[in-house]
């Protein structure tokens, strides 16, 4: 069982930068799970904006977040980022990291095993 653990959010003005961290522990092999950054705002599903394979060289973003957002690990601190610049309201939103076992596209919730319990970032225009 992997556990997981996001700091990093708070408020922050349009225009500014958040690095959110995941604290990942237990589980057999915690390097060689994928990861993902989900975020959920008000009133809408939750929706993957960013991952990362687990050697690191693939990543996907949304288009949403594609030039702002980096997502980027260091397995030796079984540690995930995600580095927010030129953030914006609709960015407003609580944001979970999730792990996978599975190799597949990583592109939906039903990819992710686990999740941390999310973290807000509120974004003021």
């Known amino acids: 069982q992997v556990q997981l653990v996001e700091s990093g959010g708070g408020l922050v003005q349009a225009g500014g930068s958040l690095r959110l961290s995941c604290s990942a522990s237990?589980?057999?092999?915690?390097?060689?799970?994928?990861m993902g950054w989900f975020h959920q705002a008000p009133g809408k599903e939750r929706e993957l904006i960013a991952s990362i394979r687990w050697i690191a060289v693939t990543t996907y973003y949304a288009d949403s977040v594609k030039g702002r957002f980096t997502i980027s690990r260091d397995n030796g601190k079984n540690t995930l980022y995600l580095q927010m610049n030129s953030l914006k309201s609709e960015d407003t939103a609580v944001y979970y990291c999730?792990?996978?076992?599975?190799?597949?596209?990583?592109?939906?919730?039903?990819?992710?095993?686990?999740w941390g319990q999310g973290t807000q970032v509120t974004v003021s225009s």
């Open positions: 999730a792990a996978s076992s599975r190799s597949g596209s990583l592109r939906s919730e039903v990819d992710y095993d686990y």
């Open positions: 237990g589980g057999t092999s915690r390097s060689y799970y994928n």
